[in-house]
């Protein structure tokens, strides 16, 4: 069973649509997290759940939301996507807030035209 | 802010070469520090973390000792293999409350030849 899972791999589409990611974890960890990697690889947090709650809200564009429906399952939306949206997004999943190891899921790969 | 400083990229090296990867911070108080490994088409991993000053991480053949005293957090493999070839990323860990997200560095290409 993957630990953590994105849908989708892969996402394709024109400026100023709106699009989704979804993360679920089966590993029972209360906190999850997205990031945002670009084309030369460097790696940064977007947002953290912790139990639902949000707890790290990084410098980011409102038009990125994240929503946590229980602790298993992160998503993120993003509104009026721009070309420099294009990156690779990964969620993670920690067993509690400021447990040290992260597990990463697979990345879903944007691509904005 | 804490910040984290590792060697430029890429790095090519023959199999059974050894292999270092520097890695510098700088942070308040007394963080975590850590390797996470990418390998292609694929997120990350952990490969190694210490937690204290003077600890030794180590897995899979690799070695990093946190030095205090340089602020530093080397990677050290004694023979490379082929399969080691990825993105490694050092990172750290605030210790202050409230400040427990992961900061990373750049990455290192590795490409191991046969």
């Known amino acids: 069973d993957t630990a953590v899972s994105q849908t989708p791999k892969y996402l394709v589409t024109q400026m100023g649509n709106d699009k989704s990611i979804k993360c679920e974890q089966n590993l029972g960890h209360d906190t999850m997290y997205w990031y945002k990697q670009d084309s030369k690889k460097f790696l940064k947090i977007m947002f953290s759940?912790?139990?639902?709650?949000?707890?790290i809200n990084e410098t980011v564009p409102n038009r990125f939301s994240p929503k946590s429906p229980d602790k298993a399952h992160l998503n993120l939306h993003i509104n009026s996507l721009e070309l420099g949206d294009s990156a690779v997004y990964f969620c993670?999943?920690?067993?509690?807030?400021?447990?040290?190891?992260?597990?990463f899921g697979p990345g879903t790969r944007l691509l904005v035209l | 802010g804490n910040s984290v400083t590792q060697m430029e990229g890429p790095v090519t090296l023959s199999e059974e070469a050894f292999l270092t990867i520097n890695c510098t911070y700088t942070?308040?108080?007394?963080?975590?520090l850590f390797w996470y490994v990418q390998y292609p088409g694929e997120g990350l991993q952990l490969l190694l973390k210490a937690t204290k000053a003077d600890d030794k991480g180590s897995n899979k053949g690799f070695e990093a000792t946190y030095r205090k005293e340089t602020t530093s957090f080397h990677l050290e493999k004694g023979s490379v293999q082929v399969s080691d070839s990825a993105v490694y990323f050092c990172a750290l860990m605030g210790s202050n409350f409230g400040n427990e997200k992961l900061t990373f560095g750049t990455g290192t290409r590795l490409t191991i030849i046969p």
């Open positions: 993670a999943s920690s067993l509690r807030r400021r447990e040290e190891t992260q597990y």
């Open positions: 942070a308040t108080g007394y963080p975590s």
């Open positions: 759940y912790n139990n639902k709650e949000l707890i």
